[in-house]
C-alpha cells in the first residue's frame, strides 16, 4: 500500500472509530449503573460459593456435575432468566480410583502425584520398574527403543508456558509407549510448586498402546532426575486403578433474558461447568460459570431488556470432551449464525485485563471496525480502571461457533498465579478475591449488554450514515 493510502485508511478508520464512541457514549449512565449494581453484588459470589463448598468438585459423569447442573437451573428458573432449558448432552465418564507412586530406589518414598485424565490404569500389583529422566521429547527421541524399553519415563520439562509445555501431559504417555516404555510420569505443567501435583486430560495417539500416565510434583520430578544424572540407580512404583466407564447423561444448562427487537440474535455468554474430580474447580472454572451467570442476572434485574436476546450458558465437559460446547452449537441449529458474539470466561477470576477478539473469516477492515466497538464498549468499563481490547480470543466451549463466523470473545485476567493452581486441590474459594471477582461480573454485564443492545451488530460493516437504527 502507498504512503499516501495508509494515511488515508487510518484517517478513516480513525472516523469510524470516533463515530463509534459517539455512538456508544449514550450506554454511559447505563453501564455507570451496571458497575455499581455489580460492585454491590452479592448474589454472583453467593453462587460461587455454592458451586464450590456446597458442590464441590464436578468431573464429568459425577454426582457433583449432576447436582451443579440441578441447582443453577432450578435457580435460574427461580431468579426469573427466561427459556431456561438443559439440552442433553452424552459424556465421558473416567474414574481416578485409588492411586499411589513411589521412589523405590535409591530409597523409599511417597511421591506427590495425579494420575492424568483418561488414563489407563496399572495391573493390581502395580508397575514397578526402573526410571529413565528427559527433560524434552528431544531427549527421548534420542535415547531411543534401548534405553526406555520397559522402563517409566520421567518427564522432567521445564515450563514454558501452558500451551508449550502442556504437550507433555497430553502427548508424553504415547511418545514414550512408542519405545516399549511401561508408563510415564509427567512434571506437572505449573511454573511454581508447593509439591502440588496437577492432573488434566492426556491425548492417546491411535498407533502407541495405552500405558498408565500420571502427573508428578516439580519437586518430586527435579529429585527424581538429579539421581538419575548423577548415576543413580532409580526405580519407581506406580498404582492406579483408574478405568474410563460408558459416557452419562448431562446437559448444558441455558438461560436468557429474550430479546424486545430481534430476540433471533444472540449475545451467548459462559463458563464450564465441569471441573476436574479434585479441589473445588474454583477458578476453573466455577468463577467463569458464576460470573457470566449473575451478569445476565444483573442486566435482568435492573430491567434492562436489550434489543438483542442475552443469554447466558454453562458448558458441560469441557475438561475431557468438549461435548458441552459442541451440544450447544449442535442444539443452535440454524441460529448458530445468528450470534452476534460469544464469550468465555475460563481463565480465572484474578484482576480484570481485558478481552481478546476473533473473527474467523472477517476482513481486515471488519475486524477494524469491531475492534473499534470493542474499544468503545471498554471505554464504558472505565470505572473499573484501565480495560484493554486486543485481537485474537476465544475459548474452547465456544470454538464450535466461532467455526461457523461467529466472533469469539475471550474474557482476559493478568492470570499471575491461574496456572499455579490450576487442576489441583487447591483450585479453591479463598483463591478468588471478592471484589476482582465483581469486577468479572461488571465487565461482562456492560460487555453483554451492549452488544446485545446496541444498533449495530458487532461485526457488521459500518454504515455511510453511522447514526442510531
Ligand atoms: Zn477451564
Redesign the pocket.
Known sequence: MQRRDLFRRAAALSLVRQARAAQLSAYEATARRIIDAALADEGGWNKLAYFCDRIGPRLSGSRGLERAIEWAAAEMRREGLENVVTPAVKVPVWVRGAESAWMVEPREASLAMLGLGGSVGTPPEGITAQAVCVESFQELEKLGAEAVRGRVVVYNQPWRGYRETVAYRSQGASRAARFGARAVLVRSVTPASLRTPHTGSLNYSADAPKIPAAAISIEDAMMLCRLCKAGVRVAVKLQMSARTLDDAASANVIGEIAGREHPEEIVVMGG?LDSWDVGQGAQ??ASGCAAAWQAVQLVKSLGLRPRRTLRVCLWTN??NGLRGGRAYREWAGDAARRHVAAIEM?GGAEKLRGFGLSIPGASGAALDHAMARMQAIAALMQPLGPVETVRGGGGADISPLMREGVPGIGHLTTGRRYFEWHHTDADTLDKIDRREFQEHIAALAVLGYVLADMPERLAEEAHPTGGMA
Open positions: 464450564h476453573d472454572d469441557e475438561e475460563d
